[in-house]
């Protein structure tokens, strides 16, 4: 994965393979970007030495996501990558 596969998702798209049709899929699918990407900014804020405030920054996260993703997926084998950022 690259930046290139999370900048739709960064400028606020969705990616063509979310289900139109399916309002209930769809949903989850936000639900499951907005906890993971929001639980990463939790944790750059809570790992930061200093009192500088940290704001959010979309680049930084999918980075961050993109490590996440091989983690779970490639070295822990738990579970795809569909199910980890759908």
Known sequence: MSYEDFEPILDGSFPD???DDDPETEQTKIERWDFVDNSIH????SLNPSKTEIEWNGTINAEIREVLVKYFVDELKVCTEDEFYP
């Open 42 to 45: 939790e944790l750059i804020k």
């Open 17 to 19: 393979d979310v289900d």
